[in-house]
């Protein structure tokens, strides 16, 4: 089955603590993407990756940090988190240089940051 | 968690009524459109696509509505029914750019039984 795989989907951690959510995709996307989504604020950009070894920021990527070593793993990382990234964060890939039926999006990541 | 309903215009329609969906995009550029349903605890799912080259597209019981004069979709579903119920995003892709979507804030659709 096509899709994308993120992990864990529920996480509790303390501030300042390092942690990574994992994303996977078995599709062989090119384009691969993290976004938070807010109540009131939709879904927003967080980093995003055209390729192997090429990321780039979106729109909001204080605080964050990605890596795209392998095709299929797109990994996020937050090496000191703070309450404010408390969100819901989704991971989603799509063909490239255009998305063709757009991205298709993981089942998400609820973060809490206490 | 708050659910990510909250804050969103809210859309209500009984069981077997017909519901329509709008949204405004910003960029006249943009070539390319989605609609997304995302049902609690999940991520965005692909419903429907249209192009900037149609005005009208047709699923299975959803028809999407491209009007470029005014930037502004809509989401027509028939028959609606309670698993319908979720919040629809329309999402925009600029012609030419990167592969970025631009998503609207979304609507949440309450089917009443």
Same mark, same amino acid.
Not at chain 2, 37 to 66: A, W
């Given at each position: 089955?096509?899709?994308?795989?993120?992990?864990?989907?529920?996480?509790?951690?303390?501030?300042?603590?390092?942690?990574?959510?994992?994303?996977?995709?078995?599709?062989?996307?090119?384009?691969?993407?993290?976004?938070?989504?807010?109540?009131?604020?939709?879904?927003?950009?967080?980093?995003?990756?055209?390729?192997?070894?090429?990321?780039?920021?979106?729109?909001?990527?204080?605080?964050?940090?990605?890596?795209?070593?392998?095709?299929?793993?797109?990994?996020?990382?937050?090496?000191?988190?703070?309450?404010?990234?408390?969100?819901?964060?989704?991971?989603?890939?799509?063909?490239?240089?255009?998305?063709?039926?757009?991205?298709?999006?993981?089942?998400?990541?609820?973060?809490?940051?206490? | 968690?708050?659910?990510?309903?909250?804050?969103?215009?809210?859309?209500?329609?009984?069981?077997?009524?017909?519901?329509?969906?709008?949204?405004?995009?910003?960029?006249?550029?943009?070539?390319?459109?989605?609609?997304?349903?995302?049902?609690?605890?999940?991520?965005?799912?692909?419903?429907?696509?249209?192009?900037?080259?149609?005005?009208?597209?047709? +699923?299975?019981?959803?028809?999407? /509505?491209?009007?470029? *004069?005014?930037?502004? =979709?809509?989401? #027509?579903?028939?028959?609606?029914?309670?698993?319908?119920?979720?919040?629809?995003?329309?999402?925009?892709?600029? +012609?030419?750019?990167?592969?970025? /979507?631009?998503?609207? *804030?979304?609507?949440? =659709?309450?089917? #009443?039984?």
């Amino acid at each position: 089955e096509a899709q994308v795989t993120q992990n864990p989907r529920y996480l509790i951690t303390v501030t300042g603590k390092k942690l990574t959510v994992t994303c996977s995709q078995n599709m062989n996307h090119e384009y691969m993407s993290w976004y938070r989504q807010d109540p009131g604020l939709g879904l927003r950009q967080i980093y995003y990756s055209m390729n192997v070894e090429v990321t780039d920021k979106g729109d909001v990527p204080e605080g964050y940090k990605v890596s795209r070593k392998e095709k299929r793993n797109f990994p996020l990382i937050l090496e000191s988190p703070s309450p404010n990234q408390t969100s819901l964060y989704f991971c989603a890939s799509s063909t490239q240089p255009r998305a063709l039926y757009g991205y298709t999006f993981g089942s998400g990541t609820r973060l809490t940051v206490v | 968690g708050e659910s990510v309903g909250l804050h969103l215009p809210t859309l209500s329609v009984q069981e077997g009524d017909n519901s329509i969906i709008n949204c405004a995009y910003s960029n006249s550029a943009s070539d390319y459109f989605i609609w997304y349903k995302q049902e609690s605890g999940k991520g965005p799912q692909f419903i429907i696509d249209i192009r900037s080259n149609m005005d009208k597209r047709q +699923g299975q019981r959803v028809t999407v /509505l491209l009007n470029k *004069t005014v930037k502004h =979709l809509s989401l #027509q579903i028939a028959a609606t029914q309670p698993g319908d119920s979720a919040v629809y995003f329309c999402a925009e892709i600029n +012609g030419g750019a990167t592969n970025k /979507l631009i998503f609207g *804030t979304g609507t949440l =659709l309450a089917v #009443q039984p």
